[in-house]
């Protein structure tokens, strides 16, 4: 199954007041793995950044004066998520964004028509099943990094591929993936490599379905001596 866990950053709250998108941050994932593939793309709006949402985010007007406006990048963006199930934190506000964006483009040109996002993708809301599973808490992505334990210490302005990095480890934690640390200073692969792997540790993601992991049990020495170390144990504590 190929995922695209997204997310984006805008001029402001409501498309219909005329606010636009200014970067969008997305990731790849299949069968539960990250691929490495990413899209990001920071986008000029066509118009002014209110100050307030600047504060959150960090784009301001002089930042996107030079990046492209969206009807340049539309099909690229739509290429990398067309037929792949979207994994997005509040869904209804990135998609409501970014069909505005598609349907404001489809009235400018005859072909090829982009979106709706709902018919041509999958759409998960990983804010909605976060309040399924921990009801009446926060549910922020900042509150669900603190209650899964996942370092979002980059994190001190919202940024869309940052956001979406950080979503695809809380995603994995709420539907039972695991991380695990290795250390691996035989194989200095760039392509194994993350933060820290210069002193050789490689972050490895283990995604183990039911089923595949193997259970050995103990033979009659085995368990033998198992028992003889836990009687030692106790007797030395109980002396001591």
């Avoid at 995604?207 to 007797?235: N, R, W, Y």
Wanted: net charge negative; proline share 4%.
């Amino acid at each position: 199954m190929r995922q695209i866990i997204l997310d984006t950053e805008t001029t402001g709250i409501d498309p219909k007041e005329g606010h636009r998108l200014v970067e969008i941050g997305a990731v790849e994932m299949v069968n539960r793995r990250l691929t490495g593939n990413t899209y990001h793309q920071y986008i000029n709006p066509e118009r002014h950044i209110d100050a307030e949402v600047v504060a959150v985010h960090g784009i301001d007007d002089d930042k996107v004066a030079n990046e492209p406006v969206f009807a340049d990048i539309a099909d690229d963006f739509w290429a990398f998520i067309a037929g792949a199930e979207l994994v997005i934190h509040n869904a209804a506000f990135d998609v409501g964004f970014i069909d505005h964006e598609l349907a404001m483009l489809n009235k400018k040109r005859c072909e090829p028509v982009l979106g709706p996002v709902a018919e041509h993708c999958g759409i998960l809301d990983t804010l909605g099943l976060a309040r399924q599973k921990h009801p009446g808490q926060r549910n922020n992505l900042d509150a669900l990094c603190k209650r899964y334990e996942i370092d979002n210490g980059r994190r001190v302005l919202h940024g869309a591929l940052l956001d979406a990095e950080i979503l695809a480890d809380v995603y994995l934690a709420m539907t039972g993936g695991q991380t695990a640390l290795t250390l691996d200073a035989g194989n200095p692969s760039a392509d194994n490599q993350q933060e820290g792997s210069d002193q050789g540790l490689t972050v490895q993601r283990l995604m183990l379905s039911p089923g595949q992991l193997k259970v050995i049990a103990p033979d009659a020495a085995e368990q033998a001596a198992h028992e003889a170390k836990c009687q030692a144990h106790k007797l030395s504590w109980q002396q001591g």
